[in-house]
């Protein structure tokens, strides 16, 4: 159960949402008025910004010593959240003051996919892409979605595939740029992204 935080009467036991998505985590206090650092998971943060809810877990237990300001899940509201430098500073109801914010430390911050706004034709939340099938234009499989790499205006996308070297074997990784001029379709019904691209590149 909560204990220390002054802030702890702001949280509100709750249960994750069944498409809850950690988008980031508080990484420390900012200034003297509650105010908390966020790191983002992702170079899109227009979720975060645009929802006046959060969903809220202790850190992870290799992470967690010491903390005290809440137990399980909770939902918070959000008064306020803004980009600043390489991340995002949010007011956090009932967070008023440095103490209350810096006891939150390692944080981490879910929303429900249902809660993300909607977006522009052709374009794409990292989340529906982890786990997609990448196929070429000749049906060859490419590998896996597990990761989007975000490389200045574009994101690479981060493939994983099994490959045999000497009779045994392996995980590999090959990457393949997030643009048109690679990308011929996104499927997220049938979770499949179809590429310009061969197995050799």
């Not at 850190?59 to 010593?65: D, H, K, S």
């Not at 809440?70 to 967070?95: N, P, Y």
């Not at 911050?109 to 809660?115: D, G, V, W």
Request: include cysteine; charge should be negative; aromatic fraction near 8%.
């Amino acid at each position: 159960m909560p204990v220390n935080n002054p802030a702890s009467g702001a949280f509100k036991a709750s249960s994750l949402p069944d498409d809850a998505v950690e988008l980031g985590r508080i990484q420390d206090a900012w200034g003297i008025k509650g105010w908390v650092r966020i790191l983002p998971h992702s170079a899109d943060t227009s979720a975060l910004l645009a929802s006046s809810q959060w969903f809220l877990q202790p850190p992870e237990a290799r992470f967690a010593r010491g903390f005290s300001a809440f137990a399980g899940c909770v939902d918070v509201a959000v008064s306020e959240v803004k980009a600043h430098t390489d991340g995002l500073v949010a007011q956090i109801e009932g967070v008023d003051n440095r103490n209350a914010a810096e006891a939150l430390k390692g944080v981490r911050i879910y929303l429900p996919r249902s809660a993300f706004p909607a977006t522009p034709e052709g374009e794409y939340y990292w989340v529906d892409l982890i786990g997609l099938d990448v196929v070429n234009r000749e049906g060859e499989h490419l590998g896996v979605v597990r990761d989007l790499m975000p490389t200045g205006p574009t994101s690479v996308l981060v493939l994983e595939y099994s490959e045999s070297v000497d009779g045994a074997e392996r995980i590999a990784e090959r990457m393949i740029p997030f643009v048109a001029a690679y990308i011929d379709e996104v499927d997220k019904a049938q979770r499949r992204i179809t590429a310009d691209w061969q197995k050799d590149y």
